[in-house]
């Protein structure tokens, strides 16, 4: 797959993004929300393979407000305190309304480039209620939304993304990590609750065994098997919501 480097207006200046086209005409667009490491080769071969099977793909960088920022490694990143501070001031520095706001440029970026068909979001770490949130908020242009080890899918916080459910007309896949702080048990019955109220329909499914990152190949707590897994589940749940 080729990768198109390109330049999304938004409000606020300019995101750079990564587009991978598939080798025939794309059956569907998909946004990839990066986790908090930012766009990188590991996130670059994931929309490759996923432009592979017939989506066009884009990976817009989320921080691009604060570039040029890393590159920052996956594996020592947050136990360095150094880049730890700056990975946290990323994350915190570019909230939810910001990404919200921002996927409106990313959804119309499809168009633009060309490319029609439904659209799908799918969010890994801190994308995964970025994607959700996207959808909750373009009901009318996101038809499927996934989350993997998604952190905060319904937490205290008013933009926490199970807010939303009521107004999701997406399907619905969240994997969540065995054991995973940012997610944890609670919040998981909270955000389940909330689908089933608003009629949403969606799948949660618990990878027992690995930890918050095991779908990244540059993660630390990556996971071979669980990430084949997350790949069956993430092509058949796009197949069937997408086409």
């Known amino acids: 797959m080729a990768k198109q480097d390109i330049g999304i207006e938004t409000r ?3 995101a750079k993004a990564g587009l991978f086209r598939p080798a025939s005409t794309a059956k569907a667009g998909a946004i990839l929300y990066m986790d908090a490491f930012g766009p990188r080769p590991a996130l ?3 929309a490759e393979r996923l432009a592979g099977e017939g989506y066009a793909v884009l990976v817009p960088d989320l921080f691009y407000r604060d570039a040029p920022y890393g590159p920052f490694d996956a594996k020592t ?32 970026a499809f168009a633009s480039e060309g490319i029609d068909g439904p659209i799908g979001v799918v969010g890994y770490c801190m994308g995964g209620a970025r994607a959700l949130n ?10 499927a939304a996934a989350s ?4 905060n899918l319904a937490s205290d916080a008013a933009d926490s ?17 065995g054991v995973d702080r940012s ?6 019955a909270r955000l389940a609750e909330a689908l089933r109220v608003a009629e949403v329909d969606h799948t949660i499914e618990n990878y027992v065994g690995v930890g918050h990152g095991w779908c990244i190949k540059d993660h630390s707590l990556y996971d071979e098997a669980g990430a084949e897994r997350h790949w069956k589940r993430l092509t058949m749940f796009f197949g069937e919501a997408l086409g």
């Open 44 to 46: 670059d071969e994931m």
């Open 77 to 108: 990143a947050f136990a360095v305190e150094e880049t730890k501070k700056a990975l946290m001031a990323l994350v915190a520095g570019t909230t939810q309304e910001m990404t919200i706001r921002d996927s409106a440029a990313f959804l119309d």
């Open 183 to 188: 997610f944890p048990p609670e919040q998981s």
């Open 134 to 143: 996207a959808a909750g908020t373009y009901p009318d242009r996101i038809a």
């Open 148 to 151: 993997f080890h998604g952190g």
């Open 12 to 14: 606020d200046g300019k």
């Open 161 to 177: 993304p199970h807010r939303k459910a009521a107004s999701l007309k997406a399907r619905v896949y969240v994997g969540v990590a």
